[in-house]
């Protein structure tokens, strides 16, 4: 039987995760990342740099690079920022990027263009593995949570597991005014 436990809601934005190449070429070879805040996932940030995302229909700038770097250059989008750019939304999970749509990058340094990697990332639940042991959950496995008692919303996310996470759902800002939700909040398994 699972213990009633408390998860923090954590609203997040639109951001870029960056491979080594692509970091590269948009801010050149010497420009190291510059943390604005660390974020509550360990060893994750915000970095002070952004970037131009452009679309077939438009273009959304000023969105924050979040680190460390990845081995694949990933988008991710609110569904009405991905629509008003001309990307056909795609919803995954993080680092899930086969058969997504594609976007041109710009930076300071330079211009590029990726073939898939833009996504709308799923409600998705972080925990480390002592958290999901107690909860009795695994990697990959649909959970369904509430939120305070009087809102009676209830949402589906899908459960990542790793060392560095700690206990957060993960929704889009899109999701989160829809449901009327803010990071002040906590949801019930």
């Not at 699972?2 to 590269?24: G, T």
């Not at 990027?97 to 990697?117: E, H, M, Q, Y």
């Not at 899908?158 to 005014?177: E, Q």
Request: glycine letters at 8%; a positive charge.
């Amino acid at each position: 039987m699972r213990r009633k436990f408390l998860i923090p809601i954590e609203v997040v934005p639109s951001h870029v995760h960056l491979s080594n190449k692509a970091w590269q070429i948009l801010f050149g070879k010497k420009i190291e990342p510059k943390i604005l805040r660390p974020l509550s996932q360990r060893g994750q940030a915000v970095y002070r740099q952004t970037v131009k995302i452009i679309g077939r229909g438009g273009e959304l700038e000023n969105v924050h690079v979040l680190g460390g770097l990845r081995k694949q250059t990933q988008v991710e989008l609110m569904e009405a920022e991905a629509l008003a750019l001309g990307i056909k939304p795609v919803w995954r999970l993080s680092g899930r990027l086969s058969r997504s749509a594609g976007c041109k990058l710009v930076g300071p340094a330079g211009k590029l263009t990726i073939k898939t990697g833009v996504i709308i990332p799923v409600p998705h639940l972080h925990l480390n593995k002592k958290e999901a042991d107690t909860l009795d959950l695994r990697q990959g496995q649909e959970v369904e949570l509430r939120f305070n008692e009087d809102k009676e919303a209830r949402l589906k996310a899908v459960v990542r597991v790793h060392p560095s996470f700690r206990a957060a759902l993960h929704i889009t800002p899109d999701l989160a005014a829809k449901l009327w939700f803010s990071s002040t909040e906590k949801a019930k398994l």
